[in-house]
């Protein structure tokens, strides 16, 4: 395949054509490699293609790019910082940060890792912002993902510790030539021992290449993941019952059916406050009116109490609202913020044959 038709292919996929069944499945490494910005991540994809193309492996590079979380000059700055690699028909580099036709950042980007692979480069690597969902989506379809941080992070390692936990397969501490390496590699050290993991942790200074041969020994010696990374779904996330009062209520949620409260909260701008009861995946929120007016009361008045709401979490809010809007499908009102800091919006029960639907950012 030549370079002008893997752009073109690549384009067609960021339009939401679907990755090519002719092709063959390929054989190389996907890395994801990912971290808070300013970490060095580019410069550090750069040095592992240096090297990586020193021992002959062939690399395809996707940056990606969520353009609601930076400014496009980060994904222009990545590419002059690539130049050195422009002419060489062994590196084919492409920046994305387009949602796809088919769904969000993360569908589009595994998808053109898919290609790269399939296109039979040796490595693809995938460089992604930060820890967030999508990274998160992404990692999973990653064989390893490098979680890139620098020296004196502080708290900031506490404040990505969830996300991080569960995607690094690797982690480098980059800027090693910085003050504050030894403190970073013993929080990191430290918050591994509380998840009892083991992950390899290297030090590398990107702008001279110090540390990136043994890092990319690690990244060679990787093995292939299976290929059972599941597939970005939507979930059950919560059915929402109004009641007359949660105190009433509990006993027969709590004592009898032996469900735990996990949490109470008060919504103001619903005028509701609620209890939490896990079950499974999903939980069960028990919604009480704090006012005559809160569409719970209203409710209640009109059909009684009951099933209010059932709440369906997708990986891709935005897109779904942008397929029910052009399906002419009622939305109750804008998207809003959720107490947890989720996005959510509500859909009119005519659409869904009289259940109101509550869909959440995953
Ligand atoms: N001192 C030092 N600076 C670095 C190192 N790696 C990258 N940088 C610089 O850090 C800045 C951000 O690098 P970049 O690769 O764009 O970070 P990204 O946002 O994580 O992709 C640039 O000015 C780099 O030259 C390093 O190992 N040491
Ligand atoms: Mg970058």
């Known amino acids: 395949m030549t370079t002008r038709e893997l752009a073109r292919l ?3 996929i960021e339009n939401g054509a679907p990755v090519p069944a002719d092709l063959p499945a390929g054989t190389g490494l996907t890395i994801g490699v ?9 410069s550090l994809v750069d040095a592992i293609t240096a090297e990586l193309r020193r021992r002959g492996k062939t690399v395809a590079i996707l940056a990606v790019d969520p353009s609601s979380r930076s400014t496009g000059g980060a994904i222009l700055g990545d590419r002059i910082r690539m130049q050195r690699h422009h002419a060489d028909p062994g590196v084919f580099i492409r920046s994305t940060a387009t949602r796809g036709a088919s769904g969000g950042l993360a569908r589009t980007s595994i998808a053109l890792a898919q290609l790269f692979r399939k296109a039979g480069f040796d490595f693809t690597i995938l460089e992604t912002v930060g820890v967030g969902q999508d990274e998160i989506d992404i990692a999973g379809h990653a064989d390893a993902t490098v979680v890139v941080l620098v020296p004196g992070m502080g708290d900031d390692v506490q404040a990505i510790k969830a996300g991080i936990m569960e995607i690094a397969d690797l982690f480098v501490i980059n800027k090693a030539d910085r003050p504050g390496v030894e403190q970073t590699q013993r929080e990191i050290e430290a ?6 993991t083991q992950v390899p942790l290297f030090r590398t200074v990107a702008i001279d290449g ?8 690690a990244l060679e010696a990787r093995e292939r993941r299976p290929q059972t990374a599941k597939p970005i779904t939507c979930a059950l996330d919560h059915l929402g019952i109004a009641v007359r009062s949660i105190e009433d209520s509990l006993p027969f949620y709590a004592a009898q059916l032996g469900l735990e409260i996990a949490s109470r909260e008060t919504v103001e701008h619903e005028k509701v406050k609620l209890a939490m009861l896990p079950a499974g995946q999903a939980r069960i929120e028990l919604l009480e009116a704090l006012s005559p007016d809160s569409g719970i009361a209203k409710f209640i008045e009109k059909r009684g109490p009951g099933l209010h709401h059932v709440a369906l979490r997708v990986p891709d809010l935005n897109a779904t609202i942008a397929r029910l809007e052009a399906a002419g499908v009622r939305l109750l009102g804008a998207p809003q913020q959720g107490a947890g800091g989720h996005t959510y919006v509500f859909v009119h029960p005519a659409a869904s044959g009289g259940v109101l639907w509550e869909l959440i950012q995953s």
């Open 34 to 42: 990912t971290g808070p910005p300013g970490a060095g991540k580019s």
């Open 191 to 196: 918050m591994l021992s509380l998840g009892h």
């Open 10 to 12: 690549a384009t067609a």
């Open 210 to 217: 110090t540390g990136v041969a043994e890092l990319t020994d």
